[in-house]
């Protein structure tokens, strides 16, 4: 069954709004979880990795300030996309690590958001 | 994390074992590697992983050379639903770090 969650599955906004998308792990408490993006024919490129109780740390060219992450609880970590423009339409995937055993990765089903 | 090459694209008859080749020369003595897949438009599946011994699971099997150098993913019966983009990723085990996806593999199950 599924071990992460996102929502929503897709949303289409208007250029210059702001989006929110979840992610919950429902297997196991995540004290970590990543934001990746991924373009049309790309692959997934990591954005940030989602600390609960304390700041996100982004990678290199991710602005901060317009990708707002906040990890409330050790089972949902958000993703606010602000002034949202069409160049940040794109899909976009959480991930959660397994805490014991392999560490494998879980992914979630994506979002792919529109921005018209 | 050390860098992998996997070829574009592969071709493979359904009900055939699918093999993946991976290239991860330059791998260091604590990095597994791992497989993922991604079926178009959704988000990436968990494979198997393994550090230096050959691993199987229900879904696969992934052979690793002696020098770790490379290794092969294998989907003993390949069917139509495991047409998908093969990532193989090496990096370390429980580092909590976010994973670096390459281009993968495309393999494509003809029927």
Redesign the interface.
Known sequence: GAV?S?HPSWVICKSGTSVKIECRSLDFQAT?M?W?RQFPKQ????MA?SNEGSKATY?QGVEKDKFLINHASLTLSTLTVTSAHPEDSS?Y?C?V?RPSG?????????T?LTVT | DAKTTQPPSMDCAEGRAANLPCNHSTISGNEYVYWYRQIHSQGPQYIIHGLKNNETNEMASLIITEDRKSSTLILPHATLRDTAVYYCIVTEKGGADGLTFGKGTHLIIQP
């Open positions: 992460v996102q970590t990543f990746y692959s997934l490129m990591l990795t990678e899909f995937i991930s690590e392999g560490h494998e990765q879980y992914f979630g089903p994506g792919r």
